[in-house]
């Protein structure tokens, strides 16, 4: 009995308990991070397919931390999500977005518009509609510029509050996207009966492609309803020659993906928009 628990313990400490500390490491650090200056966006290029010029960014949020280096959001934004912290990181993202906006303008003479992706915790709290409001009068950044990426989840935990908060955002003027469309929910009627601009195919949709003529279909089905209901197609998770061309000829809008260019730093980013722009 004895030896059983003690290796209950060394199971415990050689698994769980690293991970609870891993976990615990990064609730911790986000409590400072926005402070110390640790998060930063990257900007991935939103491809027009018909004229191959570029539509619009997309702002993913990374974490510089001190010990561990470059950390991707799904390892900490769920857990931003859980603490609250996702408020005011969201806030971040919105106002250093919607400088980055302003800041293309002046230093290149570029009007390119920003995506940002919403938690579903922001989404459906009360004063996501005030903040954006307030961001976007305090940058001076039109709102048509700024495109607002959500997921179907927000819809699903709170169908009244989604509405509303919809609503009222189209209202102040910006853009919506409905982000990883496709996956996981079979009743899309709803599309048509809400102020909804871009639907962002997932990713899974594109990278199947070249397995079988049925994913070929599916992803033709999702291209085409989002046509019917007038709405602007974009598929993201774009990699080969081969995904391009089948969206192309698709009639899909917009593309996104390593095939046109990963997401960007600053500094990698204006690079880009030098190479864009024929002097
Ligand atoms: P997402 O919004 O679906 O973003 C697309 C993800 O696909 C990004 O991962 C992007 O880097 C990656 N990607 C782009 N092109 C390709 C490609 O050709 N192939 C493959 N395999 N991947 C590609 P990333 O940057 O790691 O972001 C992951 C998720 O984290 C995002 O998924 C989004 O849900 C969330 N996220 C990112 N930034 C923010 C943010 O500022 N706020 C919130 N709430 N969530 C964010
Ligand atoms: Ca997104
Ligand atoms: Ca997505
Ligand atoms: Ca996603």
């Not at 990374?62 to 931003?80: C, M, N, S, T, Y």
């Not at 048509?144 to 209202?171: G, I, S």
């Not at 192309?248 to 260019?261: E, F, N, T």
Request: hydrophobic content about 40%; overall charge negative.
């Amino acid at each position: 009995a004895k030896n059983a628990g003690k290796n209950k313990v060394q199971m415990f400490s050689g698994t769980l308990a690293q991970q609870l500390g891993e976990r615990n490491e990064i609730e911790y650090g986000l409590g400072h991070a926005l402070q110390r200056q640790e998060l930063m966006l990257y900007y991935q290029p939103q491809i027009n397919m018909q004229h191959g010029n570029i539509n619009a960014l997309e702002a993913l949020i990374r974490w510089q931390h001190p010990e561990k280096g470059l950390i991707p959001p799904d390892e900490f934004i769920p857990v931003a999500e859980e603490t609250g912290h996702i408020f005011a990181i969201g806030e971040w993202v919105l106002q250093t977005a919607c400088q980055k906006i302003k800041s293309m303008q002046t230093e290149w003479g570029y009007l390119v518009p920003i995506a940002v992706n919403v938690s579903p915790i922001q989404f459906l709290r009360g004063n996501l509609v005030e903040t954006v409001q307030r961001v976007l009068r305090q940058e001076r950044v039109p709102p048509h510029l700024l495109t607002l990426e959500v997921t179907e989840n927000a819809r699903f935990k709170d169908e009244a509050m989604f509405t509303r908060t919809l609503e009222q955002l189209k209202r102040l003027g910006v853009c919506i996207a409905i982000d990883d469309f496709g996956i996981g929910y079979s009743n899309m009627a709803y599309l048509k009966n809400y102020p909804i601009d871009e639907l962002k195919i997932d990713k899974a949709f594109v990278q199947d492609l070249e397995q079988s003529v049925t994913n070929g279909n599916i992803l033709l089905a999702l291209i085409n309803l989002g046509k019917s209901l007038h709405k602007s197609v974009t598929a993201e998770g774009i990699e080969t020659e081969y995904q391009h061309r089948f969206l192309l000829h698709s009639g899909c809008d917009v593309g996104q993906g390593y095939y046109y260019s990963r997401p960007l730093s600053e500094q990698a980013l204006a690079e880009f928009m030098r190479e864009q722009q024929p002097k």
